[in-house]
């Protein structure tokens, strides 16, 4: 699947999404937002550009399978609310969704954004540790979304993968998306400059613990293993690149250019659509 291959309804919804999120990531206290994860902050010149625009490619699919997939009215999952794209395209195509977020740690930062999605879109918003609190009471879900959740935890994805899996009906589909640890610019910056594929030192050190940022990126080998070892059976995978047109510099569209032409171990990105193996 590739970007001509989205719907017109989930283009324009998603569309519609991105214009109602960025006058309140233009005035976000990104001070609040990055208290544990100083990276945040780096985002400031643009937050539309990095919050939204840069991970584009991964909500129009992840939307576009679910649209093209499940029945209207289908209820919806997403676990890590934070910029709430794919949630509110979700809702503006019919869907009832929800979502879980450990509000803790952002300090209030997000109280207008989930006003917003609750008020304007009918998402409920759970102020919810997946890790740890209770999830027997929750109803179960025709799909469950971990976009950009399991390379921020702090230690084995096994716990997270389960508890998604309780959250989901016998049929559910279950998409996990994640960043690509041997992506092409990652290699290159790693061979150049001996930068490892990580946040920095200076936003690692400097931010609260725990560190929300990136902790453990995956490679396609690795994404396979977790889920066949959770008890998934994968029916869709595929990798992604950044958009082009949100390279800032010849260099960042040259290699983009590269991984594009590559093999799929070089992308920006992953993502696999899983069911509960029988």
């Known amino acids: 699947m590739n970007i001509s291959g989205i719907s017109r309804e989930v283009k324009i919804a998603i569309h519609e999404a991105r214009e109602e999120l960025s006058p309140y990531l ?3 206290d990104l001070e609040k937002l990055s208290k544990h994860n100083r990276g945040y902050l780096d985002y400031a010149n643009d937050p539309v550009g990095w919050f939204i625009d840069v991970e584009m490619h991964s909500h129009a699919r992840i939307v576009n399978f679910l649209y093209k997939t499940l ?3 289908s209820r919806i999952m997403d676990i890590g609310f934070f910029i709430p794209v794919v949630p509110i395209t979700l809702a503006k195509l019919g869907f009832h969704v929800s979502s879980i977020e450990n509000l803790a740690f952002y300090d209030n930062a997000l109280n207008d954004i989930i ?3 609750s008020q304007s879109h009918g998402i409920k918003v759970l102020d919810f540790d997946i890790l740890h609190d209770d999830i027997e009471s929750m109803n179960q879900f025709d799909a469950v979304i971990l976009s950009a959740i399991l390379e921020h935890l702090n230690g084995s994805p096994k716990e997270i993968l389960k508890r998604a899996q309780a ?3 016998e049929t559910a ?3 996990i998306v994640v960043p690509n640890v041997a992506a092409l610019h990652k290699r290159i910056s790693f061979l150049l400059k001996g930068a490892p594929p990580f946040p920095s030192i200076s936003v690692y050190f400097q931010s609260a613990y725990p560190f929300t940022g990136h902790n453990r990126e995956y490679t396609i080998r690795d994404l396979k293993y977790v889920l ?3 008890g998934f ?3 869709h995978f595929e990798t992604f690149n950044k958009p082009i047109v949100f390279n800032r ?7 983009n250019m590269l991984a594009r032409i590559g093999p799929e171990s070089l992308a920006d990105g992953i993502i696999a659509v899983s069911r509960r193996s029988l």
């Open 233 to 235: 059976e994968t029916v």
């Open 173 to 175: 589909y279950y998409i």
């Open 26 to 28: 233009k005035r976000l």
């Open 115 to 117: 006003s917003l999605a």
């Open 228 to 230: 066949k070892q959770s």
């Open 167 to 169: 959250l989901g009906d």
């Open 71 to 73: 029945s209207p009215k």
């Open 249 to 255: 510099s010849f260099k960042a569209y040259f290699l």
